[in-house]
């Protein structure tokens, strides 16, 4: 039977999915978490979506400020704080292999 703590150390290096409580998600490799939950990534893609509206300089509540614009960007690492964290994702099969 594994403790929590084996089964962190068996998921360093994994890909994971985390997803935070303003909408962003962060897909990147754990490197290390806390015992308040704090999760640091690397190798990190973040993606928002953010309506088109934000953007518009139109007061007008056309069809064009309804659309999603997804934002990605790439770091070498980032820290997520535990308390932002909504959901964490792991591929079933790591842990399945475990």
């Known amino acids: 039977?594994?403790?929590?703590?084996?089964?962190?150390y068996n998921l360093l290096g994994a890909t994971i999915e985390c997803t935070m409580d303003d909408?962003?998600?962060a897909v990147?490799?754990?490197?290390?978490?806390d015992r308040l939950k704090n999760i640091?990534?690397?190798?990190?893609?973040?993606?928002?979506?953010?309506?088109?509206s934000v953007y518009s300089n139109n007061d007008d509540n056309s069809d064009?400020?309804?659309?999603i614009i997804v934002s990605t960007r790439n770091l070498n690492q980032a820290m997520i704080a535990g308390k932002h964290l909504v959901k964490v994702r792991v591929?079933?099969?790591l842990?399945?292999?475990s």
């Open 64 to 67: 064009e400020n309804d659309r």
């Open 1 to 8: 039977q594994l403790g929590c703590a084996d089964i962190i």
């Open 28 to 33: 990147g490799q754990l490197e290390c978490l």
């Open 23 to 25: 909408g962003r998600v």
């Open 91 to 93: 591929k079933k099969s």
């Open 40 to 52: 640091i990534l690397t190798n990190v893609v973040e993606t928002r979506k953010v309506s088109a």
């Open 95 to 97: 842990l399945l292999d």
